[in-house]
Structure formats: structure tokens, C-alpha cells
């Protein structure tokens, strides 16, 4: 595992969106899966078993926070069956999120820690066969900006997976929760904004991702997009 900053004379920290993440990442984990199933309402193997059906040779991990969602993936695929990446980029713009990243993949040659915004990537075009941006896309302070940058790094035909946090839904219990939990978010920086799936699959077209697949569960519109 090799940590690098992207602009070392520009820390990336300055960006309001990375101070949002201050808190230690073993901290962010067990928080995490309390708003995972507050908010998103989606049991975690769920997620990780839409993400690992999207782990290409060259994979960018978009916002790879802590690193066990990622670490549990990985883990999720193994188990599973299938080839590995051979080269695994995780690209992330707080320092204190990257350092839990560090630890955990301190032994894996094959993980890269990149701090960086997303919006402007240090990676040739066409370079990744697969981007997964998992529990980040409503916290991106300019999601647009994002998606025009992971198209570039794309190879063609390359996939997409997301998951996209809903305005809350469901029933009256449901709702009150995720709303409670939401504001807690909000409050923290955490979350930018909730979504709606119609907006939300115009944004991906409009930046040249074909989507081919979208479906929801819980308040958590999955999106299986492919590059143009
Ligand atoms: C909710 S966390 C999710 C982390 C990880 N993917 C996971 O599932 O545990 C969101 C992460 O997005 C990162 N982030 C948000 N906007 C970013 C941007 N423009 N560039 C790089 N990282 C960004 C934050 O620093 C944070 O670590």
C-alpha cells in the first residue's frame, strides 16, 4: 500500500467538504453503520454484495473513507469466487479518513491511497475498468464535477456502481428515522443533500453514463451505469 497527495504544495484538507470528516475512522466506521441502517435502510450485505460484482483489473474505489467498506468487499468477492484488481486506486480528500485506510491496507501491494478531490484526478483517460462510489455520492460538494472526472478516468463500456441516498420514504416510523438521522448528518457535514431517482439518473445521462440498470431498496437508489 502506498499513500500519495496529490498536490502536496495545496492541501486538499483546506476543502470544507474533507474538514466535514475530522472524526477518527474507527469512529466513522461504528457510526456509520448506525446511519446505514437508519437512513439508507439497507442490511450492509446488500451493499457489499451489489459492490463486488463491480471490481475490474484497474478499480478506482471513489471516496474510499476508512477503507472497511472497501476491506469487506474485497472480502466479499473472495468469498463469492472471482478474480481480484490487480491495482486498486482509493482516492480520498480527508487526511483522518485515509489514515484508517493506511492501517488497514498497510500490507496489500495492490491498494493505492490517493488524497485527492475527485473532481480533478491525477489519472490518465480511459485508464480504470471499474468505479464504485459507495455511501458517498449526497456528500460530494459538486457530485457534476465528480461524474465528469470519473467518465474521463473510465476505459469505454467501463461500470459504474453507485448507491444514492433518497429523500426519506416508506411508512411513518420509517420516515421519522431517516429524517432524525439525516439531520444528524447534515449537522455534521456529512451529507450534502438527499436525492430523487428521476434527478438523479438525468445527472449520470447528461454526463455521458449510459444507465443501465437503477432500482431502489429502502431509501437507497442503486445505480449500474456504464460509460458512454
Ligand atoms: C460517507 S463517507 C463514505 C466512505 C466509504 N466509501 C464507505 O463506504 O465507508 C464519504 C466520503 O466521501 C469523501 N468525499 C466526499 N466528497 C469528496 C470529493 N469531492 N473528493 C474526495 N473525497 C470525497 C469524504 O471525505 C468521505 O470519506
Not at 477518527?24 to 439497507?42: H, K
Not at 476508512?66 to 480528500?93: H, M, Q
Request: net charge positive.
Amino acid at each position: 500500500m502506498t499513500l500519495e497527495s496529490q498536490n502536496p504544495n495545496n492541501p486538499i484538507a483546506q476543502a470544507k467538504g474533507a474538514d466535514a470528516y475530522r472524526d477518527p475512522s474507527w469512529w466513522y466506521d461504528i457510526r456509520g453503520f448506525f446511519i446505514l441502517m437508519g437512513t439508507y435502510q439497507v442490511m450492509i450485505w446488500t451493499h457489499l454484495a451489489f459492490f463486488a460484482k463491480n471490481l475490474g483489473n484497474k478499480h478506482l474505489e471513489a471516496a474510499i473513507g476508512s477503507g472497511t467498506f472497501l476491506a469487506l468487499t474485497l472480502l466479499t468477492k473472495k468469498i463469492l469466487g472471482g478474480k481480484l484488481p490487480e491495482e486498486i486506486i482509493g482516492i480520498d480528500y480527508a487526511e483522518r479518513m485515509l489514515q484508517g485506510a493506511q492501517i488497514l491496507f498497510k500490507s496489500n501491494k495492490s491498494v493505492k491511497l490517493v488524497q485527492a478531490d475527485l473532481g480533478n484526478i491525477n489519472y490518465p483517460n480511459a485508464y480504470f475498468d471499474s468505479v464504485n462510489i459507495a455511501h458517498s455520492f449526497h456528500a460530494f460538494p459538486d457530485p457534476g464535477k465528480v461524474l465528469k472526472e470519473l467518465n474521463r478516468v473510465m476505459k469505454p463500456k467501463a461500470h459504474l456502481y453507485v448507491d444514492v441516498l433518497l429523500a426519506p420514504r416508506g411508512g411513518c416510523l420509517r420516515r421519522a428515522i431517516a429524517t432524525r438521522v439525516n439531520r444528524f448528518c447534515f449537522k455534521k457535514g456529512i451529507l450534502a443533500r438527499t436525492c430523487d431517482p428521476v434527478t438523479t439518473k438525468a445527472q449520470f445521462e447528461s454526463n455521458h453514463f449510459n444507465v443501465i440498470n437503477s432500482y431502489i431498496k429502502g431509501n437507497t437508489y442503486h445505480i449500474i451505469a456504464e460509460k458512454d
